[in-house]
């Protein structure tokens, strides 16, 4: 009998996030809303994805966050990601400029996310309204967390601005943004570098195209 066995890849196993079953309000959770936040405004083409990893940073996924060593978890006042994010020097600052800073409420999340531990959690909310979607309350919190970062400023991603609700709906109307986040053949998968959006988000931005992209 041989006793060969197939060559095994020198990947490092990593554990998978911790999966809630409902979406506790007052928990940060890092896959729904840090990681997206991180990819589209760090993990960008030039900066810390993969390819560039400026600085040996790269910001998209769980593994090389803590890997970078700029999140310590429990303690944002020793975390330089807070640090870099909040720098008064616009040179200093990340994103760096031209590109605009994080909002306060998105920097609030992330330091609230490292207060809480830094873990590598994610939930799963057990509703999903598909009935009352309104652009305020299920595309733009989406496009703002998961999108903007890349497609923003004077050269967004593709030539494509999503700043607004009628960029958004001009993107929605040649059938372009929905075969993006769908991952269908044909379009490039949105978001790139990230986790495809849930099933449920993806129905809601379905619905609302359907119903005629409104700004509601
Ligand atoms: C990390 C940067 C990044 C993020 C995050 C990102 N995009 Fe993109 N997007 C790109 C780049 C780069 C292109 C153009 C290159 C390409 O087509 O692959 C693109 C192209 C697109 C296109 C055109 C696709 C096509 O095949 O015609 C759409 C629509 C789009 N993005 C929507 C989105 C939406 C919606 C999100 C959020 C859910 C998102 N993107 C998140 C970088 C990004």
């Given amino acids: 009998m041989s006793c060969k066995h197939d060559p095994v890849d020198p990947v490092i196993p ?72 909040t720098d008064d020097n616009p040179e200093d600052r990340m994103p760096p400029s031209p590109r605009q800073p994080l909002s306060a409420e998105q920097i609030a999340k992330i330091t609230k996310w490292i207060s809480q531990g830094a873990k590598d959690n994610a939930c799963e909310s057990t509703s999903c309204d598909t009935l ?16 903007l970062g890349c497609h923003s400023g004077v050269s967004p991603s593709g030539g494509i601005s999503l700043t607004n609700h009628q960029q958004i709906a001009s ?3 040649g059938g372009r943004l929905l075969g993006a986040v769908r991952w269908e053949s044909g379009f490039s998968a949105m978001p790139q570098n990230g986790n495809k959006l849930s099933d449920c ?7 609302w195209i359907e119903n005629g992209t409104p700004n509601n």
Wanted: proline share 7%.
């Fill in 132 to 147: 009352n979607v309104s652009f305020s309350a299920h595309i733009w919190p989406v496009v703002q967390n998961s999108c």
């Fill in 201 to 207: 988000t993806i129905t809601q931005i379905k619905k």
């Fill in 14 to 85: 990593v554990d998978p996030p911790i999966v809630t079953d409902n979406c506790d309000p007052d928990t940060v959770y890092f896959q729904n809303e840090v990681l997206p936040l991180l990819i589209s405004s760090c993990g960008v083409a030039g900066c810390h994805d993969p390819g560039t990893a400026s600085e040996g940073v790269i910001l998209t996924n769980y593994a090389s966050v803590i890997a970078s060593g700029k999140v310590r978890a429990g303690n944002p006042g020793e975390s330089d990601l807070i640090e870099v994010l």
């Fill in 171 to 173: 993107a929605a109307s």
